[in-house]
């Protein structure tokens, strides 16, 4: 399974973020801790989002192993943002390895990452895929599981959905359809990180105006906490909240 990472506080470089920490997304590219059964190494390819002085997040990825673009590593150490999602590629089998299919994926103010995959992809997802916009379909960045649900996420919010709601219907529903799924979601605006653990890894690390969400911890900081199997959380620079997806309820968690 893919790992991701996303990152809200004061402005630090790429390299501070992705790749200098012992357990850092680049060291998960080829050495991940928590795979859980999916897959051995991430080097089906990487993409990094950043929100920059401009209206649109930045967007960088290319279906290379994140190792050996030398002038990506080069550019994480030029580059410092305050906001910022990124992942690195297990490609499910069958799934095209290719630059549009790796995470994040972007749209108007959005990055989107997804680690995990479809069961019975892709006739499980055919009646979701079905309530789609023809154009939606057409213009999918990718025929991928996690393609087809940033698009089907986009038409949530964009049809009048609270982020945080459409994040948590979208997994139970496809959850729903295709039970064994593994659905963790990262989502943000640059100023909420919207996660979710379903069937695999996330742990959290908040501090006191920053926050950290990501597959797997990038040190031994004893304040990681894991995000409970099947919860949303919602993060942001002041504070961390989960919701038990299966109950329906809000609760606060983490702090
Ligand atoms: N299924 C997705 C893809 O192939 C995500 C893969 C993963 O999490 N390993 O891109």
Redesign the pocket.
Known sequence: ??RHIAYLGPARSLADLLTERDNALLTQSWAPCDMRG??TV?ADGFGVGWYADTEQPVRYRRSVPMWTDANFLALCGAVSSGAVLAAV????VG?PVIDT?CAPFTGDQWLFS?????TDWPDSMAVLAAGLPVTDLLTLDAP???ALLWALLRHRISSGATPEDAVAALVTEVAALAPGS?LNLLLTDGETVIGTAWDHALSVLSGVDDVVVASEPWDDDPRWQPVPDRHLVVATRSGVRTRDLTDHTTKTGMT
């Not at 997804?114 to 479809?118: D, F, K, L």
Request: proline residues 0%; charged residues 20%; contains cysteine.
């Open positions: 399974m893919c999916g897959g991430n590629r297990s490609a499910t799934m299919a997804h680690n995990g995959r479809i991928t599981d996690s593994r």
